[in-house]
């Protein structure tokens, strides 16, 4: 395939579902839009109560965040992601999101990631790691169990 038979294409994210953060959160959701294998990519809609946190993370490649909706920040550092906000975290870096209460009931983030994401315990254990393939997964066995027709989320193609 050379590269001018691939189209423009667009996504919506309405037509997405909101899935929940199992086994992390019940209270957390993403929504993939997509997951790429070839570039071991994820981009995905992440959708926080306020006052909630997520486990302390690693990034093996490089994350950018915008901030749609709310405030958060990592415990780790003293800087506060507003809306409209962008985060852009290197490779090989860990810390701990928590959503923030005084800017709103929720935290909507766009999140572009690459590589993976490796989650600690609380004794700085290796507990999950989760990349673009857990994400097709856990998109899979939900549409899966709730009767919903999957979309290729791995393609921008229709």
């Known amino acids: 395939m050379l590269y001018e038979s691939i189209d423009t294409a ?17 209270e957390v959701f993403l929504k993939y839009i997509k997951c790429d ?4 990519e994820t981009i995905t809609l992440l959708k926080v109560p306020a006052g ?19 405030a958060w920040k990592y415990i780790e550092h003293d800087w506060i992601s507003r809306e409209g906000g962008v985060v852009f975290e290197t490779a090989g870096t860990s810390h701990t999101p928590i959503a923030l ?3 709103g009931d929720e935290i909507i983030t766009l999140n572009i990631t690459q590589g993976d994401l490796l989650y600690f315990d609380e004794n700085d254990n290796v507990c ?4 673009w393939k857990t994400g097709v997964q856990r ?6 169990a709730n009767g919903i027709e999957a979309k290729d989320i791995t393609s921008f193609a229709a």
């Open 128 to 131: 999950a790691i989760e990349n």
């Open 10 to 26: 667009a996504i919506n994210d309405e037509d997405l579902p909101w899935i929940p953060f199992t086994p992390y959160s019940n």
């Open 139 to 144: 998109y899979l066995a939900y549409c899966e």
């Open 37 to 40: 294998p070839v570039r071991g």
């Open 101 to 103: 209460t005084e800017y």
């Open 52 to 70: 909630a946190s997520l486990p302390k993370h690693h990034h093996s490649g490089t994350v950018i965040v915008y901030t749609i909706k709310g």
